[in-house]
């Protein structure tokens, strides 16, 4: 059974150009989150997804970031006009469940630069 | 809201030391509490976990009691080894099952 697989691992983009970042998450898995991780600093909390529906979006930017969980494929982070600050570790989370004591597994990453 | 509090870091021992990482929360309610690990270039595995009071979570020798008194989880192992080295995060679950993390405590063991 894979485990959560995140593509790509690396991604560098010029400012203003979109990033999209792909999470397929473990299978039999209906629930990602998405986190964020600057240098040198935990992991923020960004967007809870279940398949079509976002739960919970409370750290997610206002603008330019948007997030999707399709009935069908993988969940996307798309992140518009990037700006030097997205430069990031962006992770991805799924569990089976949504309850309080259920494990999410990670995926590895992808890491964004904007140069 | 939500949050948690660790020791900051980086701590640095020499191999087979006790280790300690504290962590404090704060949350609503009775969340269940995670540890997770990173090793460099990775993502986060999940150590241990604990879901109610005076649980103690375990894994690899390493172990945490959930301590509702003191709203406290915090990270022990008596004898840490090289491979230890990496960065470790305490983690409650908020109440939509999101996790929340602190900072993280690099930890690195010296041979």
Redesign the interface.
């Known amino acids: 059974n894979a485990g959560v697989m995140q593509n790509p691992r690396h991604l560098v983009r010029r400012r203003g150009q979109e990033a999209r970042l792909r999470c397929s998450p473990m299978k039999g898995h209906s629930h990602v989150y998405w986190y964020r991780q600057l240098p040198e600093e935990g992991l923020k909390f960004m967007v809870y997804l279940q398949k079509e529906n976002i739960i919970d979006e409370s750290g997610m930017p206002k603008e330019r970031f948007s997030a999707e969980f399709p009935k069908e494929g993988p969940s996307i982070l798309r992140i518009q006009q990037v700006v030097r600050g997205d430069s990031a570790a962006y992770f991805c989370a799924s569990s089976r469940v949504g309850g309080a004591d259920t494990e999410a597994f990670f995926g590895q990453g992808t890491r964004l630069t904007v140069v | 809201g939500d949050s948690v509090t660790q020791m900051e870091g980086p701590v640095t021992l020499s191999e087979e030391a006790f280790l300690t990482i504290n962590c404090t929360y704060t949350a609503t309610g009775y969340?269940?509490l995670?540890w997770?690990v990173q090793y460099p270039g990775?993502?986060?595995?999940?150590l241990l976990?604990a879901?109610k009071a005076d649980d103690k979570g375990s894994n690899k020798g390493f172990e945490a009691t959930y301590r509702k008194e003191t709203t406290s989880f915090h990270l022990e192992k008596g004898s840490v080894q090289v491979s230890d080295s990496a960065v470790y995060?305490c983690a409650p679950?908020?109440?939509?099952?999101?996790?929340?993390?602190?900072?993280?405590t690099k930890l690195s063991v010296k041979p």
Do not use: A, D, M, V
Request: hydrophobic share 30%; no cysteine; net charge positive.
């Open positions: 969340p269940s995670f997770y990775e993502g986060l595995q999940l976990k879901t995060f679950r908020g109440s939509q099952g999101n996790l929340i993390f602190g900072k993280g």
